[in-house]
């Protein structure tokens, strides 16, 4: 019998979904398209640039067939900038996400990543995307050549992880049984890892809520057994309005 799964996507499989992302490559050999699930590929001739999937670019990257070129907002100036954004706004937001483009038809969904490339040459320099903190470290670490700065990135994604993850928890501090944490810009590892304590959080002031409850009822029980006609004030630092 399978063991029950933990709610929410695993760090693995939420790394899985990123080799979706479309990334830029400059090839070093030609190659003809390929006719995948997803559609055709671009046929690479180089020197010129083409967009791929993440694993592919991996894959020819491995094959020395091909560089990887970072997003911009991988580059040491942009994240400093991000970095110094998200301390200026402190523990109440996140710094904004790549703005999505209008939709041709208000009928439709709006198109989200791995639909709209956040990760390729010309993505927004000063915004991170939903994958970010995942597509940083496997370019890092399959790619570091192609990076300018190498160490100077994992450092800044580093700081990057630490604060955002510090205002995850500072919001789920402040929490209340029936409030929440605004999460927007929050990208998917961040949910990932995050889930856990937040939800423990809400599930905590539940119980503690409910707890409340049930001896106020106990109370005014007992106090209409005893002939006692009416229900005793409420104090208001003592209770917890679900």
Known sequence: MALPLPPGLTPAE?????????VTVVPRQ?????DLLGGKTPALNPPYRADLPLWLALLLKRQRRANISPPPW???NSLEAILDLEKRLGNDAF????PLPPSSDPLLPVPAPPFVPSATYDAPPDALPYHWLELGEILLDAASDDFEAPDQ????????REIRLEKLR???????????????GVGAMEVGEGRAFIT??????????????????EREAEERENGFVGTAPEDDDDEMDL
């Open 14 to 22: 939420i790394a899985f979904m990123c080799e979706m992302e479309l």
């Open 30 to 34: 030609r190659l003809e398209s390929l």
């Open 74 to 76: 991988l580059a040491p």
């Open 95 to 98: 710094s904004p996400p790549p």
């Open 153 to 160: 990135v994992r450092r800044l994604l580093r700081d990057l």
């Open 170 to 184: 500072k919001g789920a501090d402040v929490l209340d049984a029936g409030g929440g944490v605004k999460m927007n």
């Open 200 to 217: 423990g959080v809400i599930d905590g002031l539940r119980k503690i809520g409910a707890s409340r409850e049930q001896a106020k009822r």
